[in-house]
């Protein structure tokens, strides 16, 4: 019983003096206190788990039954690392439990029985003279997701940025070399014809490779210097409209066939047009890509609540799984001649308009890219106050 409890204390003292009705209705309200107290605990976001000092477990709420997929009953004392799947969280709990005195925090992905980071605090404590630990679980999945993100993001900003200035420097020498290669070709024509045959083979390699280094150039310093963005309400549907319709002869002649569903009900919202314009140009050329042979790419757009989402689901070569995690990498490829800028720039225009797009794919069975836009209006303006008004 805890110390401070002197209701207890009294009734204790007083035990021999006590008629059984009142010591009846005490421990049946002792017993429904304790229930609400479970209840309460059970509709807690966070998982908690009671142990005594050895890691026996004498209580767990719903939330952390749910997340580690325990199969617990009071009546069975059980240790908890015994319990738990994931080999690193038993690990840790089977370690730090005997001989915990102080408040220990440590973040554990877990992996098993799903897939969840989760921040582990151990709260030792004492209910009379008997040693317990609290084992509180904060689920920071979203959180650490978005740490990954914004880390991806900075790593991208700092080598576009290095890479912008080296490729500024770059271009110069390379015009300078198609200038010059292009007064070669006109010193040739004064040469006997058998000479002439041999060297314009090889001008005509060194004229396409400089022609190819300048053209990637251009293309990095265009997804580098991006202008600023400029969010209007604008319709999704009529964006993705205008961007089919202007790949569409690109499609046809690669015998793709582009399936559009779009959402009527979806309201005008905040965006910037020709970014998203740009995106899914991309990300349509990319699936054409990916079907050499021809097929459908399926565009489906749909509103859950306050998000925007945006499916294009192509019938393509698939991608491998060792590559999926760092296909939005810069410089990143799999195309033979690809610059590995696109899908990066995919990945920052759906970033700087707060969404997030996620990918799913089998090798030969296809790729599924899904964008997720916050719906934003503007904000309202409140009527300015004017004191003349009060007067």
């Given amino acids: 019983m805890p110390k401070n409890n002197t209701f207890v204390q009294k009734l204790l003292s007083r035990m021999d003096r006590v008629d059984k009705e009142t010591l009846k209705n005490y421990v049946?309200?002792?017993?429904?206190?304790?229930?609400?107290?479970?209840?309460?605990?059970?509709?807690?976001?966070?998982?908690?788990?009671?142990?005594?000092?050895?890691?026996q477990i004498e209580w767990v709420n719903a939330q952390a039954a749910a997340w580690l997929d325990l199969k617990w009953r009071k009546e069975q004392p059980v240790a908890i690392g015994s319990l738990i799947e994931d080999p690193q969280l038993a690990l840790f709990l089977k370690d730090a439990l005997p001989d915990l005195t102080e408040r220990r925090v440590e973040d554990i992905p877990v992996l098993n029985p799903r897939e969840i980071h989760l921040r582990v605090f151990l709260i030792p404590f004492e209910a009379g003279a008997k040693k317990h630990v609290c084992i509180l679980l904060v689920n920071r999945t979203e959180e650490r997701s978005f740490e990954i993100n914004l880390d991806r993001l900075s790593r991208i900003e700092s080598l576009v940025r290095l890479a912008a200035g080296v490729a500024h420097e770059i271009g110069n020498p390379l015009n300078a070399l198609g200038i010059h290669l292009q007064l070669l070709k006109k010193e040739l024509k004064e040469l006997p014809a058998a000479k002439r045959k041999a060297l314009e083979k090889s001008l005509s390699a060194m004229t396409s490779e400089t022609e190819r280094l300048d053209q990637i150039v251009k293309n990095f310093l265009s997804a580098a210097r991006k202008p600023p963005l400029r969010f209007r309400m604008e319709n999704l549907n009529t964006i993705l409209e205008d961007a089919i319709h202007f790949v569409g002869p690109e499609m046809k002649r690669a015998r793709v066939k582009i399936d559009f569903r779009p959402d009527k009900k979806l309201p005008p919202f905040?965006?910037?047009?020709?970014?998203?314009?740009?995106?899914?140009?991309?990300?349509?050329k990319n699936a054409k890509e990916a079907m050499p042979?021809?097929?459908?790419l399926g565009i489906?757009?749909?509103?859950?609540?306050?998000?925007?989402?945006?499916?294009?689901?192509?019938?393509g070569i698939g991608i491998e799984e060792e590559d999926l995690p760092h296909i939005f990498d810069a410089y990143f490829t799999t195309k033979e001649g690809g610059a590995g800028l696109g899908l990066m720039t995919v990945y920052n225009?759906?970033?700087?308009?707060?969404?997030?797009?996620?990918?799913?794919?089998k090798k030969g069975r296809g790729t599924t890219f899904t964008m997720l836009l916050p719906i934003r209006?503007?904000?309202?303006?409140?009527?300015?106050?004017?004191?003349?008004?009060?007067k």
Wanted: no cysteine.
């Fill in 28 to 55: 049946v309200d002792l017993a429904a206190e304790n229930a609400r107290y479970h209840e309460v605990l059970d509709t807690l976001q966070e998982g908690v788990i009671l142990t005594d000092a050895r890691g």
């Fill in 270 to 284: 905040l965006v910037d047009r020709n970014r998203l314009y740009q995106t899914f140009i991309n990300l349509m």
């Fill in 293 to 296: 042979k021809g097929g459908t």
């Fill in 300 to 315: 489906a757009v749909a509103q859950k609540a306050k998000i925007a989402s945006i499916r294009f689901q192509d019938q």
């Fill in 349 to 361: 225009t759906v970033s700087e308009h707060g969404g997030r797009i996620d990918v799913a794919s």
């Fill in 377 to 390: 209006e503007p904000k309202l303006q409140l009527p300015k106050y004017d004191m003349a008004d009060k």
